[in-house]
């Protein structure tokens, strides 16, 4: 499988900022994912980023709040906007390649906002 | 929309005793995968099943997939405590390849 670096690994933050988490495949994938985990619990996927497009979110997740970017096939931005402290959690992006239906994820960013 | 429920959501055992953790979906999956996720680290893909009543096995790990392709389950035998974690079964869903993460159980492992 392919291999994802993720930065930050953790970060504190002010409410009412934002951070933006950067993700880079070392080789291109067809499809890249967002999903956040609160501790001890499972993955929610926020949304799929799509290449040269807008991303696509799931059922409670805005771009106004999560914008995305994805500027070519092994890299990939989630930007975590005016954030409060209920936007605590970890920050997980994932990848798969070619026709492939495994799933491998970066290293995650815990997000701590105060 | 699919939902993928997993039980126990967490195994307490004593190394050398066996765990399993079972898988079920309210859909019929395509396949179904499995993943560990280790105290602090990010999920790691274990295996793929596809077909119906299949079974795989890595080591002390067994796999199966329901005949009907609606659950799944993990078996480890004689538990070490290089298998704490989370385990996750997820599937297929909605369009696109993007997966519905069970809630996973976490075992952890006296010695």
């Known amino acids: 499988s392919a291999v994802i670096s993720q930065k930050p690994s953790r970060d504190i933050c002010q409410r009412g900022t934002s951070l933006t988490i950067q993700c880079q495949v070392d080789?291109?994938?067809?499809?890249m994912f967002w999903y956040r985990q609160q501790p001890g619990q499972s993955l929610t996927l926020i949304a799929t980023?799509?290449?040269?497009?807008?991303?696509?979110?799931e059922s409670g997740f805005v771009i106004d709040k999560f914008p995305i970017s994805r500027p070519n096939l092994t890299f990939s931005t989630l930007t975590v906007s005016n954030m409060s402290p209920e936007d605590s959690s970890i920050y997980l992006c994932?990848?798969?390649?070619?026709?492939?239906?495994?799933?491998?994820f970066g290293q995650g960013t815990r997000l701590t906002v105060v | 929309g699919q939902q993928v429920m997993q039980i126990p959501q967490y195994q307490h055992v004593q190394e050398g005793e066996d765990f399993t953790t079972y898988c079920n979906s309210s859909?019929?999956?395509?396949?179904i995968q499995w993943y560990k996720q280790r105290p602090g680290g990010h999920p790691v893909f274990l295996i793929q099943?596809?077909?119906?009543?299949e079974v795989k096995k890595q080591k002390r790990l067994t796999f199966q997939f329901g005949e009907a392709k609606k659950n799944s389950s993990l078996h480890i035998t004689a538990t070490q405590t290089t298998d704490v974690g989370t385990y996750f079964c997820?599937?297929?869903?909605?369009?696109?390849?993007?997966?519905?993460f069970g809630e996973g159980t976490q075992l952890t492992v006296n010695p």
């Open positions: 994932s990848g798969l390649r070619g026709g492939n239906t495994e799933a491998f």
């Open positions: 080789s291109q994938v067809t499809m």
């Open positions: 980023a799509n290449q040269g497009s807008e991303a696509t979110y």
């Open positions: 859909t019929t999956l395509s396949n």
């Open positions: 099943l596809v077909k119906s009543g």
């Open positions: 997820a599937g297929p869903g909605g369009s696109g390849s993007r997966l519905t």
